[in-house]
């Protein structure tokens, strides 16, 4: 049988290291035989990102800023370019100054609430523009979210916010693409240690609680993200669009649990 991905090209964006959520599904794409496209922000994370592209075998790395539509235009007239379609795509991106990931949402600054709007939410839906002339023959739009968006959790504040605006794009974007096969979904992750996170005010305390309140009393791995985002991404999920897909060991789910049940 050929493989999930047999075929399949496209772009990934919001690889910063090792640990990035987004190379978590770049490896899972690639074992399965996708091909994939890297774009890096910044000359810094270049440095980062190329080593790991090799490692996938990876040959289109591109500079791109979310902030800078010139540089969006350029990756997609590159693909244009070089591929002339693309099947999938994925946006792991976020941003909010670490002055406003502690302390209290009310305090948020109007340049940083624009700013981190623009960055984590409008720029998904300024790529999904982008690619929908490319996905010729359908395609599968993933962006990161969090259960901040739906509940309040701590320090997470303006991100919440953009959060659930995300999540709401998620849905009008569905509904634009749809008739064209083309689906857009959220992949909901339970907290993991990567560059963003560690901006959050006590993220330490976040993750044990997660660990020690989940259902399956563990925190998510860079594999379970992979698979939730392979899954997404490939025709296994060609029924679904306009959904947020927790996958947070079933955190999301729990109201509270029994005194005798805690961190079992
Ligand atoms: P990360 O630091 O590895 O990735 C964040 C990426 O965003 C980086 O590659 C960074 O370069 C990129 N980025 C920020 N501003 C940008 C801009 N202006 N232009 C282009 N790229 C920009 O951290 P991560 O945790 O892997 O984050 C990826 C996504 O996953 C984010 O949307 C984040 O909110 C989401 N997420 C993370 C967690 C978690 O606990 N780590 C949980 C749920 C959702």
Same mark, same amino acid.
């Given at each position: 049988?050929?493989?999930?991905?047999?075929?399949?090209?496209?772009?990934?964006?919001?690889?910063?290291?090792?640990?990035?959520?987004?190379? @978590?599904?770049? +490896?899972?794409?690639?074992?399965?035989?996708?091909?994939?496209?890297?774009?890096? +922000?910044?000359?810094? &994370?270049?440095?980062?990102?190329?080593?790991?592209?090799? %490692?996938?075998?990876?040959?289109?790395?591109?500079?791109?800023? =979310?902030?800078?539509?010139? $540089?969006?235009?350029? =990756?997609?007239?590159?693909?244009? +370019?070089?591929?002339?379609?693309?099947?999938?795509?994925?946006?792991?991106?976020?941003?909010?100054?670490?002055?406003?990931?502690?302390?209290?949402? =009310?305090?948020?600054?109007?340049?940083?609430?624009?700013?981190?709007?623009?960055?984590?939410?409008?720029?998904?839906?300024?790529?999904?523009?982008? @690619?929908?002339? &490319?996905?010729?023959?359908?395609? $599968? &739009?993933?962006?990161?979210?969090?259960?901040? *968006?739906? %509940?309040?959790?701590?320090?997470?504040?303006?991100? /919440? =916010?953009?959060?659930?605006?995300?999540?709401?794009?998620?849905?009008?974007? *569905?509904?634009?693409?749809?008739?064209?096969?083309?689906?857009?979904?959220?992949? $909901?992750?339970?907290?993991?240690?990567?560059?963003?996170? $560690?901006?959050?005010?006590?993220?330490?305390?976040?993750?044990?609680?997660?660990?020690?309140?989940?259902?399956?009393?563990?925190?998510?791995?860079?594999?379970?993200?992979?698979?939730?985002?392979?899954?997404?991404?490939?025709?296994?999920?060609?029924?679904?669009? /306009?959904?947020?897909?927790?996958?947070?060991?079933?955190?999301?789910?729990?109201?509270?649990?029994?005194?005798?049940?805690?961190?079992?």
């Amino acid at each position: 049988t050929a493989a999930l991905m047999a075929g399949k090209r496209g772009l990934i964006m919001g690889v910063a290291n090792d640990r990035s959520l987004a190379w @978590a599904i770049s +490896q899972a794409v690639h074992a399965h035989g996708g091909e994939v496209a890297l774009t890096y +922000q910044g000359e810094a &994370l270049k440095k980062r990102v190329q080593p790991l592209a090799e %490692r996938i075998g990876c040959s289109v790395v591109l500079p791109c800023d =979310v902030t800078n539509e010139a $540089s969006l235009d350029a =990756v997609f007239a590159d693909l244009k +370019q070089r591929w002339g379609k693309l099947d999938f795509l994925v946006h792991a991106i976020a941003y909010s100054d670490k002055d406003e990931l502690k302390g209290r949402y =009310v305090d948020t600054t109007a340049e940083n609430f624009n700013q981190s709007l623009f960055v984590s939410c409008y720029s998904f839906t300024a790529l999904c523009r982008r @690619a929908e002339p &490319l996905m010729v023959e359908g395609g $599968s &739009l993933l962006t990161l979210t969090y259960m901040g *968006a739906e %509940r309040v959790m701590p320090h997470y504040n303006v991100m /919440g =916010v953009a959060k659930a605006a995300l999540e709401a794009s998620v849905r009008y974007l *569905a509904e634009d693409l749809g008739r064209q096969n083309i689906r857009v979904n959220a992949m $909901s992750a339970g907290p993991m240690k990567t560059l963003a996170a $560690s901006g959050i005010g006590d993220f330490r305390f976040i993750l044990k609680w997660n660990q020690f309140n989940s259902p399956m009393r563990r925190n998510i791995t860079m594999e379970d993200v992979g698979g939730a985002g392979l899954y997404l991404l490939s025709d296994l999920a060609s029924g679904v669009t /306009g959904e947020v897909h927790h996958v947070d060991c079933g955190y999301n789910g729990i109201g509270m649990l029994a005194v005798d049940a805690v961190g079992e």
